[in-house]
């Protein structure tokens, strides 16, 4: 593969392909909860406006505070994008003022928007990783959003070699050799950092079926959500 773009469910999938492909190059789906319906219908349109323009973006209030801004259209959790404040250890909130931010949230997605359209050029094979269910679907409507997913990279890359890999998903029913799955224990990382899940049982799985980790290199960062790119 030459590219590899994380597409969800959440943040563990992009901590581990950037881990075991060693790389820091950021996507749009980086660091947000992506639920599978509506990945699959933004990746057709992938117009900023459907997710920043003026109403689309809402409060996930609980608690009295708020968790997270989401996507009205789409369901997208952008949990990382906006400023938070502490209202009691641990506890830390979407800012009030979160509104304020939603320029420049928005220039960073489309940036790397960007940077994905771009990656559709003829030699190029793209590995695109999808983590996981929706956690309220049944397997019927997992398979259907799966299979207009298919269909959305399919079309949004067509000079490219597009090859998708489902992780701990559903056996996709199209018969392509392009779409590849995989399936680990997924327990969770070590103490604070539970969110990552297991880098050993990501390796192995990733391995079995051929998609091995590059060479070490020393001046590789750790990657974290609070990155700009």
């Known amino acids: 593969m030459t590219h590899v773009v994380p597409l969800g469910l959440s943040c563990r999938v992009t901590w581990q392909v950037r881990r075991h492909f060693q790389t820091e190059v950021t996507h749009p789906f980086d660091w947000w909860i ?56 641990p506890m830390r909130v979407v800012s009030p003022a979160w ?7 928005r220039t960073r997605h489309e940036r790397r928007l960007q940077r994905l359209r ?30 207009q997913l298919d ?21 996709h029913t199209a018969t392509a ?11 969770a990382g070590p103490d604070a950092e539970a969110w990552r899940g297991s880098d050993t049982e990501w390796s192995a799985a990733l391995g079995e079926i051929g998609l091995f980790r590059a060479p070490e290199r020393p001046d590789f960062v750790s990657p974290t959500p609070a990155e700009q790119g």
Do not use: C
């Open 151 to 171: 269909r959305a990279l399919v079309r949004g890359w067509p000079k490219a070699e597009v090859w998708l890999l489902l992780v701990n998903l559903p056996a």
């Open 34 to 89: 992506s639920p599978l319906y509506g990945l699959a219908r933004y990746l057709d349109a992938l117009d900023p406006n459907l997710i920043f323009g003026a109403g689309a973006l809402v409060e996930q209030v609980a608690g009295g505070h708020v968790q997270s801004i989401v996507s009205r259209e789409f369901g997208f959790s952008l949990f990382h994008d906006f400023p938070r404040v502490q209202v009691g250890a």
């Open 99 to 105: 509104r304020d931010h939603v320029g420049e949230a």
């Open 118 to 147: 771009a990656l559709d050029a003829p030699g190029n094979r793209i590995l695109f990783v999808r983590h996981k269910p929706d956690p309220d679907a049944d397997i019927g409507r997992t398979r259907r959003d799966l299979e």
């Open 177 to 187: 050799s392009r779409v590849l799955t995989m399936t680990l224990p997924d327990t």
